[in-house]
């Protein structure tokens, strides 16, 4: 089973990180390919260039064997559908998909383009934190009661999985980077060089 996890990673952080880890190691995966968007759909455009991101990704899982980036939706021009990128993902490979979500995007769901294509497609596996609310309605017939079910079809069921999480986000980050703190224990050292060495996130003075 391949996981794909998608975002802006506007940068990457320990929270990207930290759930990757998880959903690889408890659900057994190969592979998390972490999968950066170019237009978003759902959330603005990102404040870094296609190659900063990327750069930062790689730099961030240099050492993980089981970790990948996947630019596929950089290479094709046009808004970031996930169906469509599944859809080109499937047709490169045999292995079971997992597309890990977080659960403000689950709960997002219903409004994306054909979710129950996608589902064809893929199973679903929500990250959410202890006492976090998640739309279990959304979708119901499609739950899975335990991690086993990924492994007994190619795509169709959500599974909800309860993570630790790491209070990291993305624009939180960018916020203390604008004030030029580079120190901050959501982004690593090797990330932070880079942000630093091309200086990104720096707020401009006109």
């Avoid at 790689?58 to 050492?63: F, H, K, R, T």
């Avoid at 596929?72 to 890990?100: F, K, M, N, Q």
């Amino acid at each position: 089973m391949i996981g794909i996890l998608g975002g802006t990673f506007d940068p990457i952080h320990e929270g990207h990180f930290h759930i990757a880890t998880q959903v690889l190691t408890r659900l057994g995966l190969e592979q998390v390919q972490f999968m950066p968007c170019a237009l978003p759909v759902h959330r603005d455009e990102p404040h870094a260039s296609a190659t900063d991101r990327c750069a930062m990704i790689e730099l961030m899982i240099a050492d993980e064997k089981a970790f990948a980036l996947n630019t596929l939706e950089l290479d094709r021009s046009g808004p970031s559908y996930t169906l469509d990128s599944l859809r080109e993902i499937r047709h490169r490979t045999d292995a079971t998909l997992v597309l890990v979500l977080g659960a403000d995007a689950f709960n997002n769901f219903a409004s994306w383009k054909l979710p129950h294509e996608i589902l064809k497609i893929a199973h679903l596996v929500v990250c959410y934190r202890p006492g976090y609310e998640v739309g279990t309605h959304i979708f119901d017939a499609y739950l899975a009661e335990s991690p086993g079910v990924l492994s007994e079809h190619l795509a169709g069921a959500i599974l909800m999985l309860e993570v630790e999480a790491i209070d990291c986000s993305s624009s939180e980050v960018r916020a203390a980077l604008e004030q030029g703190d580079t120190t901050g224990r959501c982004i690593r050292p090797v990330v932070a060089d880079y942000i630093d060495k091309h200086n990104l996130y720096r707020r401009t003075i006109d």
